[in-house]
């Protein structure tokens, strides 16, 4: 599944309907309302995201992650409106909301029951351009996705022009990044089509049971309430930090001069490997004795190594904290950090490459577990990442072989950071690579060369068994290309 910005997903023309959430509003106090008070405690990374937002002049709005995809049509509003309450239903965390007081700095939540909220169904007029759907669904989850009001969500159906008719209702979701992730967006498409077939037709939907991520929240602080100097995830992010200088990695290219922040991001996405060489890239890591995750790493080293004279590959990777059963299908920001650092310099072949990858991964892979917000607080630390690889395979993903049908496909907010994102996942199509960047000419160009030497590279250890560094930019050391050869794959 493709991760990309709402402007560049096909939006069609048509009718709009916004699905908006409500808990009891006319009701005089929260608790007649349905609201109750709840004293679970957020995640951590839950509360720096409502602490952050609160110092921030967009107050976390256009913060959001979501999806889109196709449903039959015709739309069946009244079983689509029993879809979303059964949903709701089902995810505790999208009938809970967490705020702090702005005077006392105090962490406070409610929660409202199952059967409690409603929906408000708000009919908009047809749309005769597509860019006009665009501009209302950006403006509607820009406003109603903060994590500093509930509800935090929003879904919006698009019936298409009788004239354009192809069958198919666009659905789009949106919800801010403190109470989803991104396998949280790869999820909905599914869970919505099934719940929508089930109250159509009485097909079951035969969802797995999904944990709460309020209750994954008192885990989290229950394990991580007492955190020592010496443990493991505090001693590995000081060294991390010191390393570069009290700041987090930054992309190994010039990406220009930070702006005002008034400007959006740019982007990219791109299928690098259709599912066959994806297969085939996946055994060329397998025979070094490494992993498709830990083979992209190396490429990516190998990538930044061509273009500067510099051969330590820094950056830091999100990697999933759903460690039960039960959390596996549940929504929320199950998400922990990474620092990741190797050199590949006097490696001797590809396979060794691949090995540095995997033995920085093996080594700080575990320090993911302990929350950052929570390791700088021991460090007494603030740092912002500025380089992130994130990775996810999403070939078994409930469904994920229908995603294609259902022009499936995971959205992001705007972004108006000076940093670099980069997000590769596997599908049963292939591998799609996405990336944001500073919307600068600097910037677009060494992204995208960067990109390019990456998708050289993969392709050589594919077709070749063999992955060279061309030349240097710079006047730094060459590496000997011939020195990065690995075993031949069977094509």
């Not at 500067?308 to 596996?328: A, G, K, L, N, S």
């Not at 000076?418 to 690579?433: C, E, F, L, Q, S």
């Amino acid at each position: 599944m493709e991760f990309t910005e709402l402007a560049d997903y096909a939006i069609p023309a048509g009718t709009i309907t916004e699905w908006i959430p409500s808990v009891g509003p006319h009701a005089s106090t929260p608790v007649l309302a349905g609201w109750q008070p709840d004293d679970r405690p957020t995640s951590y990374v839950h509360e720096a995201h409502l602490r952050d937002s609160l110092k921030s002049p967009r107050q976390g709005r256009e913060s959001w992650l979501g999806a889109a995809f196709d449903i039959e049509g015709p739309l069946d509003k009244r079983a689509f409106r029993r879809a979303v309450l059964a949903w709701i239903d089902r995810h505790e965390s999208m009938r809970s909301h967490a705020a702090i007081d702005v005077d006392s700095g105090g962490l406070s939540r409610v929660t409202a029951a199952e059967g409690t909220v409603d929906v408000w169904q708000v009919e908009q007029e047809r749309c005769e351009l597509s860019s006009e759907v665009l501009d209302h669904l950006q403006y509607l989850f820009d406003e109603y996705t903060s994590p500093l009001a509930w509800p935090a969500y929003a879904f919006v159906t698009v019936e298409p022009l009788a004239t354009r008719d192809t069958g198919k209702v666009t659905v789009f979701f949106a919800a801010d990044h403190s109470i989803i992730d991104g396998l949280s967006t790869v999820l909905v498409a599914h869970e919505i089509s099934a719940l929508y077939a089930e109250a159509v037709d009485g097909t079951a939907a035969a969802l797995f049971e999904a944990g709460s991520y309020l209750d994954f929240g008192v885990s989290e602080r229950r394990m991580h309430a007492e955190l020592e100097h010496t443990h493991d995830a505090v001693v590995t992010w000081r060294r991390f930090l010191e390393a570069g200088d009290g700041q987090l990695p930054a992309f190994p290219l010039d990406i220009g001069t930070a702006g005002s922040g008034d400007t959006p991001q740019g982007g990219l996405t791109d299928w690098i490997l259709d599912a066959e060489r994806a297969d085939s890239f996946s055994v060329a890591c397998r025979k070094t004795g490494n992993s498709m995750f830990a083979g992209l790493l190396a490429a990516l080293a190998m990538a930044g190594a061509e273009l500067t004279d510099r051969t330590e590959f820094r950056t830091i990777t999100p990697v999933h904290t759903r460690d039960q059963p039960h959390w596996v299908s549940s929504l929320g920001w199950f998400v922990g950090l990474c620092p990741l650092s190797f050199d590949i310099a006097d490696a001797e072949s590809f396979g060794a490459i691949v090995a540095r990858a995997t033995q920085q991964v093996t080594a700080t892979k575990p320090v993911a577990r302990v929350p950052l917000d929570r390791v700088f607080r021991a460090l007494g630390a603030s740092a912002k990442p500025r380089f992130v690889v994130s990775f996810m395979d999403v070939r078994f993903a409930p469904m994920a072989e229908r995603w294609d049908d259902w022009n499936a496909r995971a959205l992001r907010s705007k972004q108006y950071d000076h940093d670099v994102y980069i997000w590769i996942n596997r599908t049963p199509r292939g591998v799609n690579i996405s990336a944001r960047y500073p919307d600068n000419a600097i910037a677009t160009a060494h992204v995208h060369r960067y990109i390019g030497v990456l998708r050289r590279i993969l392709d050589e250890v594919i077709d070749t068994g063999t992955a060279s560094l061309t030349s240097m930019v710079s006047s730094g050391p060459a590496l000997d290309s011939a020195s990065f050869a690995s075993t031949p794959t069977n094509q």
